[in-house]
């Protein structure tokens, strides 16, 4: 009897391979989709530009093909610009000979527009052709042909190409007021505002007003009774996402770290050890918390002027995300109470504006092997202290 294995994430090899005219559009469009991948655990590599011709192509191949068949990684990313769609047909017999699915994307300024450079007579009017699994996507007017299009994993990039938006927009953050659970070292619950948690609101509906006036802006809360409170000044249309919830914190829900250390000392340790895989008892780990907000971010990678209101750890996840940064850092980085972080995605990253206001308000950073709660934490990571990362300051 023959046994059928099923294909998980983590057996599929997809080469994918970004064709584009501007350099600057290949390069946007493989850090976007690199860092994405990495977000959500899924193994990917990004195979650079030789700029040398067919020869250099061949060589390229059998390291993506190398790379692939090594261990269990998923997507190869071919960002070269000598790659042009007469030669993808090649390129995509070559992938299937070794069981590795070959995905295309095409991208141009215009629909209709050359997606390569058509001073090289040979790839003027060039088709990708329809035997290829492709997506075509042009800005001006947003269109897109997707032909072919199989397995999950691939579903699931093109699902993000489709969604990502190429037009400059910003997005702020910010976590609750200071709640009476922060000021009493509690984690997790539904506590209201502290009296200074109900002055950040206001402050944050002013420093809302000073950003976008009676522009456009949505609010996205969690449905916990905090961010709701923080949001309640705010005179713009607001829209609560479960998925924004606080980490669960399963049998610690509304304890102190110390009462966590005395009660459960080995779960205390092991989530110390491996913060962003240690799942509480009854609850949630980070690695959660991220498969958990997926739809958030690639609703956000749609829409223009979002202020999301949310929590300690869903903020770090999303923050990792924009900023890239490592899985075992990120539940480590400082993200203080009453401080706006305003991200302004651009071709050439991300500009990130750290507003602060003068409501004084608890720390809530915990150090790794202690159950303090501390002020400074004292590099723990390199991004233990958001402010390393920050383009621009402003105090209002
Ligand atoms: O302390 C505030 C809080 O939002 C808790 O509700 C939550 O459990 C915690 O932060 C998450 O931070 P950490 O992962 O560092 O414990």
């Known amino acids: 009897m023959t046994l059928r294995v099923i294909d998980t994430i983590q057996n599929r090899k997809i080469c994918l391979v970004i064709v584009t005219k501007e350099d600057k559009d290949r390069e946007f469009l493989t850090q976007k989709l690199q860092r994405y991948l990495a977000w959500l655990s899924i193994k990917c590599r990004v195979f650079g530009n030789t700029r040398e011709g067919a020869a250099e192509n061949q060589s390229q191949v059998s390291d993506v093909v190398k790379w692939l068949k090594e261990g269990r990684h998923a997507v190869a990313i071919i960002d070269n610009s000598s790659i042009t769609p007469t030669n993808c047909e090649q390129l995509a017999n070559v992938f299937k000979c070794y069981s590795v699915e070959p995905l295309f994307l095409e991208y141009s300024a215009r629909a209709g ?7 090289s007579q040979s790839q003027k009017g060039c088709q ?9 996507l042009s800005k001006e007017p947003h269109n897109m042909i997707i032909n072919r299009v199989g397995s999950y994993l691939q579903t699931r990039i093109v699902f993000y190409i489709l969604n990502i938006n190429m037009n400059g927009k910003s997005i702020w953050l910010s976590r609750h007021g ?4 922060n000021v009493e070292e509690k984690i997790g619950g539904d506590s209201p505002l502290s009296n200074r948690g109900l002055r950040y609101a206001e402050k944050l509906s002013e420093l809302m007003e000073s950003e976008v006036g009676d522009g456009n802006l949505t609010v996205w809360t969690s449905t916990l009774k905090r961010t709701h409170e923080t949001a309640k000044y705010l005179p713009y249309e607001k829209l609560e996402w479960k ?10 829900d509304g304890m102190t770290y110390k009462e966590i250390e005395e ?3 080995d779960d205390f340790r092991a989530r110390d050890d491996d913060k962003y895989q240690y799942r509480y008892r009854g609850g949630e780990s980070y690695a959660d918390v991220v498969n958990r907000i997926e739809p958030v971010i690639m609703e956000l990678e749609r829409q223009d002027n979002i202020l999301i209101i949310t929590h300690q750890a869903v903020l770090r ?23 706006l972080i305003k991200l302004t995605p651009s ?3 991300v500009k990130v504006t750290r507003l602060t206001t003068d409501v004084p308000a608890v720390s809530t950073y915990k150090e790794k092997g202690s159950s303090d709660i501390t002020d400074n934490p004292e590099g723990t990571s390199q991004y233990a202290n958001l402010l ?6 402003k105090q209002i």
């Open 388 to 393: 390393t990362e920050v383009s621009e300051q």
């Open 128 to 136: 990708l052709s329809n035997t290829l699994s492709y997506v075509k």
């Open 263 to 265: 009660r459960f000392p």
């Open 317 to 339: 996840c999303i923050y990792a995300y924009f900023m890239n940064v490592p899985q075992d850092e990120s539940p480590w980085m400082t993200i203080p109470l009453h401080t």
């Open 243 to 252: 998925a924004l919830d606080e980490l669960d914190a399963g049998i610690c």
């Open 347 to 349: 071709v050439r990253g």
């Open 113 to 119: 527009e050359p997606s390569v450079d058509s001073t």
């Open 178 to 181: 200071e709640s009476i659970y």
